[in-house]
């Protein structure tokens, strides 16, 4: 396949590896902060070889994971309505809130459904005019804009039972909190290629001048993932960090302007909450006033109970890469997919789930 | 998810879609973030819709540097 | 336990094992049906009979390659052969949903008639319920089947040993990815063919080279994956898979990584997993190569006695990691 085979060559991955094992002399700590770098750097076997020094931490950036309890269980109440048609992407589907999930919700008779595209749940609105469709709208930079373009299609053709439950982030902002935290020494990042796309590399610049770390936008297959690993090596090694971009075939520096003016037409920021990292300010999206009849949060508004988390799940502890999975006292014996405790151990980007599946 | 593949565009079509083709097989999709997108050009598909434009050029580029380094790593040993 | 059946419980990964194991095999335990092989065996005066069923509810019911009625009649003759029993007959049960067009109906039927003779069966009995409209999507089919199987075969699921080689017979992925692009919402132009084909041939062509051959397996809901972890576990051995041997058509590719879908996971319906002794593994081999059903097949992996249970994978850069059995539910209504 055109632009992922060649990105995956056998001999060019062992020429990498070679390269990253002459620059590895002290323990380096990488982190990955997009949920389908977990899965890639899990599916192609990276961490198996590494060279000792090299670490290479999972980050907060898988959208389900780090969506908080109190959106999923609003959600979830709305989905129980019966006029409501509750849409959402695939992996969602089985994590559980405080007292429920989406597959027991169905199970029990609400009208749930998967799409694979936004598009497609607007057709389900078109589709169905007499039920509230209510699209549960998770997902960072990449996915957000097309969010966007489903708003402006169901204003341009006066569809008025198309909702969004908007819990969108960006990631920028949760980097820098983890930063800011200290609690987890981070020497450089591997930025998430697809998110860059859209926002571009400039939003990075404030993690090189404020903290002197790396940032490299990295694409997804497995050369890009190790030249991108070589690179920030290179960068500590120099002591010269800087944003650059290794995934230059798709990400130009400012991104993708088209999609950014939409996003901003239709969004604006806002705190937001984050599993197991509190608010960090300005770092969720809601619709802009003038679309407010999409918003599903003040159409519908929701009575719901205290959220909860088992307090014995450390998810919060995994997103922010302070513990890995095998930390936790319920993975394996208590927590696995198929009787998930968190949303790590359900999304496919998961890094418990990740880790389950993966590792021996 | 940030679930992205390459594909081709064969043909454009009204209303800011295309068709995309990937592996052989075509499906629908839409041009809304990437409106001036021309046929024949590769573009990413991210969940339905063309998020960005690939630079073959680049790409190639980027190959060519990764070859190169390979081959500097062997004649050094 | 879960307290209500979810649709992951009937995808044939780990929730349909917990079904089986939690509630099926402590009410009905007895020794012919705890090896859980796609086919049970019973002796009846010295001859060893093989008898299988399965129910189909595969969604849409007509798609390229094949039909929920073809499905119905390959899927129970594919578990006959995968113990080595030559299918002989088979009944076939209808639920139908009122209101179903029965122009539809003998089309479903004519099919079954056309696989049947393919796979040289018989089907011999049936039967035909009827529930109101709502309480059944259209059509769901239940076949069932007998063999006879030859002496000195034994194949089984627990038979695999440290040194077997794991041959696949052709392309994986091809019947769940053929129903994903007919299925509309997802709106691919062209489609992928389903596999959807009979192994008995085959099988016996294999058996009639050699009959010590040690396990086959056709791996249909949860995948390749699924299938030998399965074997790895009832076997109680380490199995090694080659990521870059195991052979995938380019569309099948393209369409996982479109939708996120691992090819491993896909359900296949005319393919099989052979375990052999290594010495005859390359000849085998080349008895699938000459067979048109088995032009693509190829030697994948090997098996090995640690880590036991487990599978795996080396990947296409020389990395390594587990490869599991399926989680959750891939695609509903498979097969």
């Given at each position: 396949m055109k632009y992922m085979d060649e990105f995956r060559n056998r001999k060019l991955a062992d020429g990498l590896l070679a390269k990253i094992r002459d620059i590895?002399?002290?323990?380096?700590?990488?982190?990955?902060?997009?949920?389908?770098?977990?899965?890639?750097?899990?599916?192609?076997?990276?961490?198996?070889?590494?060279?000792?020094?090299?670490?290479?931490?999972?980050?907060?950036?898988?959208?389900?994971?780090?969506?908080?309890?109190?959106?999923?269980?609003?959600?979830?109440?709305?989905?129980?309505?019966?006029?409501?048609?509750?849409?959402?992407?695939?992996?969602?589907?089985?994590?559980?809130?405080?007292?429920?999930?989406?597959?027991?919700?169905?199970?029990?008779?609400?009208?749930?459904?998967?799409?694979?595209?936004?598009?497609?749940?607007?057709?389900?609105?078109?589709?169905?005019?007499?039920?509230?469709?209510?699209?549960?709208?998770?997902?960072?930079?990449?996915t957000s804009p097309t969010v966007a373009v489903s708003i402006l299609k169901a204003r341009e053709e006066g569809i008025n039972n198309f909702f969004i439950l908007s819990s969108h982030k960006l990631i920028p902002q949760a980097m820098e909190s983890l930063l800011d935290s200290g609690e987890v020494q981070i020497d450089g990042f591997l930025c998430p290629g697809h998110v860059s796309t859209i926002i571009g590399s400039h939003p990075y610049q404030s993690i090189?001048?404020?903290?002197?770390?790396?940032?490299?936008?990295?694409?997804?297959?497995?050369?890009?993932?190790?030249?991108?690993?070589?690179?920030?090596?290179?960068?500590?090694?120099?002591?010269?960090?800087?944003?650059?971009?290794?995934?230059s075939r798709v990400v130009d520096e400012r991104g993708n302007p088209v999609a950014l003016s939409i996003l901003d037409q239709v969004f604006e920021k806002k705190d937001a909450s984050w599993r197991g990292m509190g608010i960090i300010p300005q770092s969720?999206?809601?619709?802009?006033?003038?679309?407010?009849?999409?918003?599903?949060?003040?159409?519908?508004?929701?009575?719901?109970?205290?959220?909860?988390?088992?307090?014995?799940?450390?998810?919060?502890?995994?997103?922010?890469?302070?513990?890995?999975?095998?930390?936790?006292?319920?993975?394996?014996?208590?927590?696995?997919?198929?009787?998930?405790?968190?949303?790590?151990?359900?999304?496919?980007?998961?890094?418990?789930?990740?880790?389950?599946?993966?590792?021996? | 998810m940030c679930l992205a593949v390459p594909g081709k565009i064969t043909k454009k079509k009204q209303g800011h879609k295309a068709l995309v083709e990937v592996a052989g097989l075509e499906r629908e999709i839409s041009l809304d973030l990437l409106p001036d997108a021309l046929e024949g050009e590769y573009v990413l598909i991210h969940t339905g819709f063309a998020i960005q434009k690939i630079d073959e050029a680049d790409a190639e580029e980027t190959l060519s540097l990764l070859r190169d380094l390979v081959q500097a790593n062997e004649v050094h040993g | 336990m879960e307290e209500k059946i979810l649709l992951a419980h009937g995808s044939g990964g780990k929730l349909s094992h917990d079904l089986i194991r939690e509630v099926f095999l402590p009410a009905f335990d007895n020794p012919m049906l705890r090896p859980l092989d796609d086919s049970a065996q019973v002796v009846i005066e010295g001859k060893r009979l093989a008898l299988s069923t399965d129910s189909y509810v595969v969604k849409p019911l007509f798609y390229k390659g094949g039909d929920i009625g073809r499905l119905a009649v390959f899927g129970t003759v594919n578990d006959l052969a995968m113990c080595g029993a030559s299918p002989l007959f088979l009944s076939a049960s209808f639920v139908i949903e009122e209101g179903f067009p029965i122009a539809t109906l003998k089309k479903v039927v004519h099919s079954m008639k056309v696989a049947s003779e393919e796979a040289g069966v018989m089907i011999v009995t049936g039967d035909t319920k009827v529930v109101?409209?709502?309480s059944a999507d259209q059509i769901f089919i239940n076949t069932a089947g007998v063999g006879f199987i030859e002496e000195g075969v034994h194949l089984s699921s627990s038979n695999v040993k440290p040194g077997d080689r794991v041959i696949v017979s052709g392309f994986m992925g091809d019947h769940g990815i053929s129903v994903i692009t007919e299925r509309e919402g997802l709106g691919f132009r062209q489609k992928v063919a389903s596999d959807?084909?009979?192994?008995?041939?085959?099988?016996?062509?294999?058996?009639?080279?050699?009959?010590?051959?040690?396990?086959?397996?056709?791996?249909?809901?949860?995948?390749?994956?699924?299938?030998?972890?399965?074997?790895?576990?009832?076997?109680?051995?380490?199995?090694?898979?080659?990521?870059?041997?195991?052979?995938?058509?380019?569309?099948?590719?393209?369409?996982?990584?479109?939708?996120?879908?691992?090819?491993?996971?896909?359900?296949?319906?005319?393919?099989?997993?052979?375990?052999?002794?290594?010495?005859?593994?390359?000849?085998?081999l080349g008895v699938l190569k000459a067979d048109e059903m088995g032009v693509d097949s190829a030697i994948i992996g090997e098996v090995v006695s640690e880590p036991r249970g487990k599978v795996i994978l080396k990947t296409s850069i020389g990395g390594s990691r587990i490869l599991d059995m399926l989680t959750g539910d891939l695609l509903p209504r498979i097969c």
């Open positions: 590895s002399h002290q323990e380096t700590q990488i982190m990955e902060v997009c949920g389908t770098h977990t899965m890639a750097i899990f599916k192609y076997g990276i961490r198996s070889l590494m060279p000792e020094p090299i670490k290479l931490l999972s980050g907060p950036g898988c959208p389900v994971c780090v969506t908080h309890n109190r959106d999923i269980d609003t959600a979830i109440a709305l989905a129980q309505r019966k006029e409501m048609i509750l849409i959402t992407f695939g992996d969602m589907f089985r994590v559980p809130g405080s007292n429920s999930s989406f597959a027991k919700v169905k199970a029990e008779g609400g009208d749930i459904r998967v799409v694979y595209s936004v598009l497609d749940a607007l057709q389900i609105a078109r589709e169905n005019p007499t039920k509230q469709v209510v699209f549960f709208a998770v997902g960072f930079e990449t090189v001048q404020n903290y002197r770390k790396p940032a490299v936008v990295t694409g997804f297959e497995p050369l890009d993932i190790l030249q991108a690993i070589w690179m920030i090596l290179h960068q500590i090694h120099r002591d010269e960090p800087r944003v650059a971009i290794q995934y969720g999206l809601k619709l802009r006033k003038e679309f407010e009849e999409f918003d599903a949060e003040i159409v519908f508004p929701v009575e719901i109970e205290e959220s909860r988390e088992n307090p014995e799940c450390l998810c919060g502890e995994v997103l922010r890469g302070v513990k890995i999975p095998t930390d936790c006292k319920l993975f394996r014996k208590v927590c696995n997919p198929d009787h998930p405790v968190g949303a790590c151990m359900v999304s496919v980007e998961g890094t418990c789930l990740n880790h389950f599946q993966y590792q021996q | - | 109101e409209k709502g959807c084909a009979p192994l008995n041939r085959l099988v016996k062509k294999m058996l009639e080279f050699n009959p010590s051959i040690h396990c086959l397996r056709d791996p249909t809901r949860g995948g390749l994956a699924t299938s030998i972890n399965e074997i790895a576990q009832q076997s109680k051995v380490g199995i090694c898979i080659e990521e870059a041997s195991i052979p995938i058509r380019e569309s099948v590719r393209g369409v996982c990584e479109m939708l996120g879908f691992d090819p491993l996971y896909v359900a296949n319906e005319g393919k099989l997993v052979a375990f052999v002794e290594s010495k005859i593994a390359e000849r085998i």
